[in-house]
């Protein structure tokens, strides 16, 4: 008798101490005042992202939790639903996780481009890094679809990912090129870690919203784009990038 009482006594601590979790799902039936968002741990540019969505969901009077995760558990729990969405992703994600609906219009865009410190080879095309060593973030769409069939080393974030290139574990790094201009300028600045070659990708990315809250759609939609409209997301933008970058 006393065993089965502390058995449910430990799964009633269990269960509260999930449910007072800030990333543990939706806490609320009815009209959403907080949701909870997937965001890549350590990923500069959605860091940067944070601040318009934040901002857009402020405007129509939601708050928001941003919950770091790493880049393929991030989109792994939006679609779960264990969080309420994913902050900013390339177009057609909703196609391999079903569960997300894509706001149409972009939160923030992304440069995906070459870093290296020896390499002196004008880098053009994906094609143009065969034979090399690359280095990638483990989850991040775009450079995980460019580079299949490569070879590859995959880093947990971008500090990770500097560090390998740092190191001369790789020869080449491919990352957004904010992102990555912000991670040497912190951690790496006399590493002569630059860019070569063209951009080998460069897209909008998009916010994401699990279907439970589907509700929420066309309200964060229409507050987004007058928000463009008014200028108020380019002015987050370039403060955010000044706080940084100077």
Same mark, same amino acid.
């Given at each position: 008798m006393m065993k089965n009482l502390q058995r449910v006594l430990l799964s009633m601590v269990l269960l509260l101490?999930?449910?007072?979790?800030?990333?543990?799902?939706?806490?609320?039936f009815g009209d959403i005042k907080t949701v909870k968002i997937s965001v890549i741990e350590n990923e500069h540019i959605h860091n940067m992202a944070r601040k318009?969505?934040?901002?857009?969901?402020e405007k129509i009077g939601?708050?928001?939790?941003?919950?770091? #995760?790493?880049?393929?558990?991030? #989109?792994?729990?939006?679609?779960a639903g264990k969080t309420d969405g994913d902050l900013a992703r390339i177009d057609g994600t909703e196609k391999k996780f079903t569960?997300?609906?894509?706001?149409?219009?972009?939160?923030?865009?992304?440069?995906?481009?070459?870093?290296?410190?020896?390499?002196?080879?004008?880098?053009?095309?994906w094609n143009d890094l065969k034979g090399l060593s690359v280095g990638i973030?483990?989850?991040?769409?775009?450079?995980?679809?460019?580079?299949?069939?490569?070879?590859?080393?995959?880093?947990?974030?971008?500090?990770?990912?500097?560090?390998?290139?740092? #190191?001369?574990?790789?020869?080449?790094?491919i990352a957004d090129l904010d992102s990555g201009q912000i991670e040497i300028k912190k951690n790496f600045p006399e590493s002569k870690i630059h860019t070569i070659g063209r951009? #080998?990708?460069?897209?909008?990315?998009f916010h994401f919203i699990h279907k439970k809250n589907k509700g929420l759609v066309p309200r964060f939609e229409s507050a987004l784009r007058d928000m463009l409209k008014s200028g108020q997301i380019d002015l987050i933008r370039k403060k955010v990038l000044q706080e940084v970058l100077f």
């Open positions: 101490l999930l449910l007072n979790s800030p990333c543990f799902g939706q806490q609320s318009t969505v934040r901002a857009v969901y939601i708050e928001v939790i941003f919950c770091e #995760l790493p880049a393929r558990r991030a #989109l792994e729990w939006a679609n569960n997300l609906i894509k706001i149409l219009t972009p939160v923030t865009t992304f440069k995906g481009v070459v870093f290296t410190k020896k390499i002196k080879k004008g880098i053009q095309s973030i483990a989850g991040i769409r775009y450079s995980d679809i460019g580079t299949k069939g490569l070879d590859r080393i995959q880093a947990k974030d971008m500090t990770h990912l500097m560090t390998l290139l740092f #190191l001369d574990r790789l020869e080449v790094a951009p #080998l990708d460069s897209a909008p990315l």
